[in-house]
């Protein structure tokens, strides 16, 4: 069999690091279209082509599937701490907003985003996932940044007003909010998520 | 059979008002422990005491029953436009504040509250619903007092906020904005509101 058409067929049990990364997307891609709850590795094993054993075998619980299926869909998210955090203390409300609503503005991170959303609001595991994961790794690394004893709290407010705006504007599609041009948003925003992170 | 036990049996059929209160107080349980997507109408009948038919008749759809378990549910709420709206309009961002950090507080409030934010993100009917009654209700309201071209979007991002903050605080429950003390949450967040309200 050539080299080129083998990889369509199911691979053989030995290429653990295929199976595995076929495991994963087929996650990606389950708990995107069904969300958290209506998710089952059953499914899952079934759309990678393997039993729901080698499944839970390469990765564990549900929960641990899921929490790896969001860290890599959202690798480069989770990059952006320090993309966000490197540059100039004066202008890092604005890089965050650009940051999240190029998030929400892209259709591929869109449908990643909205599922971790609709996940984390229905379901407690899929929320304490959501809490360690873009919690801890990304508003923990941008606290760092700002050297204030309320730097947690100051983050999580400047969050709040984006993740607020991502619902009603990507969500719940409130107009005219829905149909607001993305920079007249960042211009509007950025202040406000700048004086949450640095104002007095 | 004395008064005081007969309203405790299943009242007969000519008592529309009662049966359509009985009605309307089961799907607000309903609705509130399952979310939209889980509910039925036939499960609604049923905790009500009445045929599926019946619940038809008095409200129609699952939706329009929706919405009317809604509007019932927030007849507190969407009086509140006026007396946030009534006031001085340079304490106005306090004033929302203070109402929507209210509703979530208060253990009666926060559970419909909680079951229409999960219905809205899960399912496009839902959202409609929250769009119409929140949206054009609430917001337009308030909007309508700014006397500005761009009031809504004012409004919608100001809400933003506060959605955003409700969130992370109640639903995904992050630190240290879970604990917060909700006086400083008021102090933190109504400039901000009332910035996007009334600011430049």
New interface residues.
């Given amino acids: 069999m050539p080299e080129g058409t083998r990889r369509r067929g199911r691979p053989p049990r030995t290429e653990s690091a295929d199976t595995r990364a076929r495991i994963l997307a087929a996650a990606r891609e389950e708990f995107s279209e069904r ?1 958290y709850e209506k998710t089952s590795v059953r499914g899952i094993g079934k759309a990678a082509g393997v039993d729901a054993a080698l499944v839970h075998h390469y990765f564990g619980t549900k929960e641990q599937l899921f929490e790896a299926a969001i860290e890599v869909a959202f690798a480069p998210a989770l990059q952006a701490p320090d993309a966000i955090g490197d540059g100039p203390l004066d202008d890092i409300g604005e890089r965050l907003t650009r940051f999240i609503i190029g998030v929400w503005e892209n259709p591929s991170t869109r449908k990643p985003v909205l599922a971790i ?2 996940s ?3 379901n407690e595991t899929a ?1 304490a996932v ?2 360690r994961l873009i ?1 801890a790794q990304v ?1 923990r690394r941008v606290a760092a940044r700002l050297e204030r004893p309320d730097a ?2 100051r983050v ?2 400047a ?7 991502a ?3 990507y ?7 829905a149909s ?1 041009d993305p920079e007249e948003l960042v211009a ?2 950025a202040p ?1 998520v700048q ?2 992170l640095t104002g007095p």
Same sequence: chains 1, 2.
């Fill in positions: 969300g959303v609709r984390a609001v229905n929320a959501f809490r919690a508003m947690e709290l999580e407010l969050a709040a007003q984006l993740v607020g705006c619902m009603l504007r969500v719940i599609k409130v107009e005219p909010l607001a509007r925003l406000v004086g949450h």
